[in-house]
Structures are given as structure tokens and as C-alpha cells.
């Protein structure tokens, strides 16, 4: 098992040097350039990708706008575009990132069964004696456009389009939704001429006026078209907040970076769900450590709640154990030594242990 299983670790260092004849596996804290052989690995701290649905709201008016009361006695029709946006879900999602002040090194040695490291792309532990599949975020969810408008020119016909002037245009089309209605009363009541005996065909001449009625009342009442965009930034919590100011929101501009006084301020709290006793180190424990001092080393993180929210909403809440926050613990050489092939594997995440099997 003298061989390595890594992905293109972006490490500081990675070298692998002529191999000794000692039978334990060493790890000490990596310092750059001071490691002459081994498998330099990072432990992970725990990111949160933020992921932001929003929707987009565009309302443009009609090209009749000035006549809609005129023509249609409809009021308070929009004049001038306007955007607006309001955020419909937020996502919390967990992933590893290298934590550069927990690196370390695997020194490779004969007759240990330790060298058979598995690291992520960025050189986070993965496992050892064992294989282990990469973690990687999902794919961001696809922005959802708004529908595609009718054209209401499709429905204009050529006294409509030939007139003199807007506002003749705007009374031949508003004679001609009145025309619409007026066949469509007809029909629902059974004295049109054509009204058809079967139902279904019926329904679809219905739809069909409708539509077109729909489309050449945009003309004065204006139109709404409504997307939902997809936004997404990351965070490395370091500390317990109550309050970290995570970015802002506008409802004219939508998401939009923290420093940016248009939005309401979003914030994020980090709080610890465990609290993890002191350790107490005296002579005897001291002892203790000083045979296990050789070892991998591996993180225990601590289970931490994360919320997302503003002064008026609470959007999402995360429990999710963090590799920053708890502590750094040693799996002693005694478990990868030439009589044993323990195999383990490690959360991406967090650091902490996931399976340890002989």
C-alpha cells in the first residue's frame, strides 16, 4: 500500500522522499518548506453558501396608456416602468474549505500502512487505507424567466394599423375588445351562429377570444412580467454573532452587496448549540498524550445553529456541526502501525471522523 490516493491537491507543499525503515506513522503541524517527505493535508473549516430565490417583477404600461380611461373607463393604470422584488426562499448549504492554520504532514515510512491517503482537490483529508468519494455543492437552481408576452399587434387588423394618428389606433382597438366581449356573451348564452353544440369546442373558441381580448387590453392596462432570479454568496463563519451583517436587499434593485445603503440590511447569527468541556491536563493525562503524541489528526466540531433573517423575517435556519468550532484531536499511530490496517474515512465538511473500521 505504498502509494497515495489524491486529486490534484492544491497544496503547499506535497513531496514524497525516499522512504525509512520505521514502523509508525508520523504527522506533525506543517510549516512550509520545513517538511522533507510526506502527504501534507488540510483540515476543513465549514463555509455556508448562501443561496437567494428572488422574484422580479417588471410592470410596463401600455402604448394606450393616456386613452385607458377614455376608451375603457379603466383607472390607475401604470405610467412609467417600475421594478420591484421580493425574496421567496433562502438556502443554507454546507461545504469544506481548507483551513490553512490546521495543515499538517503524513510523513511516509515503510512497513506502515498509513501512505494510503485519500485529500479533496484543495488538500482537505478525505481518508485513509480506504477510498472516498469528493463531495462537491449542487449545481445553483435554474433562474426561472417570465412567460413570453403576446404580441397584441398579432390581433390588429389593418385599419388598426394603418391609423392616422395613437389615438385613433387606441379607438379601434378599443371598439374592437368591445367586439370581442359582445361574441363571447354571445356564445356563453347559445345566440351566436356559430356557436358549437360540442362542449370542448365551445371551451376553446372561449380561451381563444379570451386571449386575444387579454392581449389587446395590454395595450391600456399595461403588462407585468414576473422571473424568479437566483443569487448566491458564500460566508466562513469564524465566531458565535448574534448579528453579522451578511449582505442587503432592495425591493427595486434586489440582492445587493452589504455595503450598499439602497437594501435592508440581512443578517446572519451564529450560535453554538454544545458547549464542549475545558480539557484538564495533569500528570496523568499528560502521560497519556505523550504515546499518542504520533497520530492523524482530525477535527471535533461543534454543532451550531445558523439563521438567516432581517428586522421583519426570519428566512432560514441551519443546525449543522462546524469543523471550526470544537477542537483538534489525534488518532494515534498505534491504529496505522504494520499489525493493523484501520481504515477511516473523514467528513469533508467538518473534519470530524466518519467511519473508523479494521
Not at 503547499?12 to 520545513?34: K, R
Not at 448566491?232 to 449582505?247: A, D, G, N, R
Not at 438567516?308 to 502501525?337: C, H, I, R, W
Request: glycine content about 4%.
Amino acid at each position: 500500500m505504498k502509494r497515495l490516493i489524491f486529486s490534484s491537491a492544491i497544496l503547499a507543499v506535497f513531496c514524497v522522499a525516499s522512504l525509512h525503515t520505521s514502523a509508525q506513522t508520523e504527522t506533525e503541524q506543517f510549516i512550509p518548506g520545513s517538511t522533507l517527505e510526506g502527504v501534507c493535508y488540510y483540515l476543513p473549516r465549514t463555509a455556508l453558501r448562501v443561496v437567494v430565490k428572488a422574484e422580479k417583477t417588471v410592470t410596463r404600461p401600455g402604448d394606450f396608456a393616456k386613452y385607458a380611461f377614455k376608451y375603457l373607463r379603466l383607472q390607475d393604470v401604470p405610467d412609467q416602468v417600475t421594478t420591484t422584488w421580493q425574496i421567496k426562499s433562502v438556502e443554507l448549504q454546507p461545504y469544506g474549505v481548507p483551513d490553512r492554520n490546521k495543515a499538517y504532514t503524513i510523513h511516509l515510512k515503510s512497513k506502515t500502512v498509513a501512505p494510503l491517503v485519500g485529500l479533496s482537490r484543495d488538500g482537505i483529508l478525505l481518508s485513509i487505507n480506504t477510498d472516498a468519494d469528493e463531495e462537491t455543492l449542487p449545481e445553483l437552481p435554474e433562474r426561472t424567466p417570465a412567460p413570453k408576452r403576446v404580441n397584441p399587434r398579432d390581433y390588429m387588423n389593418q385599419e388598426m394599423l394603418s391609423a392616422s394618428s395613437i389615438s385613433k389606433m387606441a379607438e379601434l382597438v378599443a371598439q374592437e375588445i368591445y367586439d370581442i366581449r359582445e361574441s363571447r356573451n354571445a356564445l356563453i348564452r347559445g345566440e351566436a351562429d356559430n356557436t358549437p353544440k360540442d362542449g370542448a369546442q365551445l371551451q376553446l373558441m372561449l380561451d381563444q377570444l379570451d386571449k386575444q381580448t387579454t392581449a389587446l387590453e395590454s395595450l391600456f392596462k399595461g403588462t407585468q412580467e414576473t422571473s424568479v432570479e437566483v443569487f448566491s454568496l458564500s460566508v466562513i463563519p469564524s465566531e458565535v454573532t448574534q448579528k453579522m451583517l451578511l449582505c442587503r436587499f432592495s425591493q427595486k434593485l434586489g440582492l445587493v452587496d452589504g455595503d450598499d445603503l439602497s437594501g435592508e440590511p440581512i443578517y446572519l447569527s451564529i450560535e453554538n448549540l454544545e458547549t464542549l468541556p475545558t480539557p484538564v491536563v495533569d500528570e496523568l493525562t499528560s502521560k497519556k498524550l505523550a504515546k499518542v503524541e504520533k497520530g492523524v489528526f482530525y477535527n471535533v466540531p461543534a454543532r451550531m445553529k445558523a439563521t438567516v433573517f432581517s428586522a421583519d423575517q426570519k428566512y432560514t435556519v441551519l443546525e449543522t456541526p462546524m469543523g471550526q468550532f470544537g477542537s483538534v484531536q489525534l488518532l494515534s499511530n498505534l491504529l496505522f502501525d504494520k499489525k493493523t490496517t484501520t481504515k477511516v474515512t473523514f467528513f469533508q465538511q467538518t473534519g470530524g471522523t466518519k467511519d473508523v473500521m479494521e
